[in-house]
């Protein structure tokens, strides 16, 4: 496999109330929070920057569908489409379609224990 996770995206994972687990990591472990958990920036062995998500959901969130686990882990790759090929001619499970935003594409698949996988390929350039 040519194509390969680069680094950990972010970290996601069901609570019973989100706001309260924010606040107690900001207060506790003095994490910077938002509306969507907290970002960790770094830098790349290049110098340009990178980041890791750490977001709690709620209990009922449909988000790590169809998995029923109470996590779901995002894996920075490089060459996403490439990657999905490789997969797809592996039978690696693809859930749904490759998605665009801004700051890079996300695409998911099921692991051989049924958790879901977000698989990202970053612009790390668009958070400069």
């Not at 687990?21 to 290049?46: P, Q, R």
């Not at 698949?109 to 958790?115: E, F, S, T």
């Amino acid at each position: 496999m040519k194509n390969k996770v680069t680094g950990i995206g972010g970290v996601f994972f069901k609570v019973d109330n989100p706001e309260k687990t924010k606040e107690w990591y900001k207060k506790h472990l003095g994490f910077n929070t938002d509306d969507w958990g907290c970002t960790f920036w770094w830098l790349n062995k290049d110098g340009s920057n990178g980041s890791t998500q750490w977001s709690p959901f709620p209990k009922n969130t449909n988000h790590f569908k169809p998995s029923e686990k109470e996590f779901m882990i995002n894996y920075r790759v490089e060459n996403l489409e490439n990657l999905l090929e490789e997969l797809k001619a592996s039978n690696v499970t693809i859930v749904g379609k490759v998605e665009e935003y801004d700051y890079g594409k996300f695409a998911w698949i099921l692991d051989n224990d049924g958790n879901k996988i977000e698989l990202w390929e970053p612009k790390d350039d668009a958070f400069l």
